[in-house]
């Protein structure tokens, strides 16, 4: 039981490089999300997506894309790295109606210089 | 804007102590108040959740004190123990509409529960 799963855990970018950040469930859960969190800013929403196909924006959706082939991943790419989004990254999932709990991945921790 | 203000940024108890942290929304939208608890290096886990309505709800040493009139909202951690040091978000959402699964986070809250 994996539950969220996030690769890689920990990622070193030039600024200017590509790259994606992993995503996987195995709990068969409708909704899936993306937050960054940074100190004294809490966790933001960068994209979202209610099942495969859709997608939609949060909070900070600048500079990253994401797209939902499956239920199962939900991958995000940084299109071109800039310092500003040095961060920690968690992907979520939950069944669908919000009030069911939402569940967290453990977290990609990236730099960028 | 920040729509969920969280306070204090830390926190700091002895063993025993009841640490009480306070979160204030904007959005009389949101429905769901939940809290998270993040520990380092790991994803938030869902600690505890409320709705409008009602004022008090109580999970073990854990309670969230409600006042929809204020919209605000608190976490008060009974007889605290050196194993709840952690970070603490307070998060609100709605379960409205394509809210799925949607929630603004509060900037959180880091508590030191000494021996």
């Known amino acids: 039981n994996a539950g969220v799963t996030q690769t890689p855990k920990f990622q070193v970018l030039k600024t200017g490089q590509s790259m994606t950040l992993q995503c996987a469930q195995d709990?068969?859960?409708?909704?899936m999300s993306w937050y960054r969190q940074d100190p004294g800013m809490g966790l933001r929403l960068i994209h979202y997506s209610v099942g495969a196909g859709i997608t939609d924006q949060g909070e900070v959706p600048n500079g990253y894309n994401v797209s939902r082939s499956t239920t199962e991943d939900f991958p995000l790419r940084l299109l071109s790295a800039a310092p500003s989004q040095t961060s920690v990254y968690f992907c979520a999932s939950s069944k669908g109606r919000i009030r069911n709990t939402i569940y967290f991945g453990e977290g990609s921790w990236l730099t960028v210089v | 804007q920040q729509q969920v203000k969280q306070s204090p940024q830390s926190l700091i108890v002895q063993k025993g102590g009841i640490p009480i942290i306070n979160c204030a929304y904007e959005?009389?939208?949101?429905?769901?108040f939940p809290w998270y608890q993040q520990f380092p290096g790991k994803g938030p886990a869902l600690l505890i959740a409320i709705r409008p309505d009602v004022s008090e709800k109580k999970e073990g040493r854990f309670t969230i004190s409600f006042n929809k009139s204020a919209k605000q909202f608190s976490l008060h951690i009974m007889d605290s123990q050196p194993g709840d040091s952690a970070t603490y978000f307070c998060?609100?959402?709605?379960?409205?509409?394509?809210?799925?699964?949607?929630?603004?986070f509060g900037q959180g809250t880091i508590l030191t529960v000494h021996p």
């Open positions: 959005n009389t939208a949101f429905d769901y």
């Open positions: 998060a609100a959402g709605n379960a409205g509409g394509t809210s799925y699964g949607k929630l603004t």
């Open positions: 709990m068969n859960h409708e909704y």
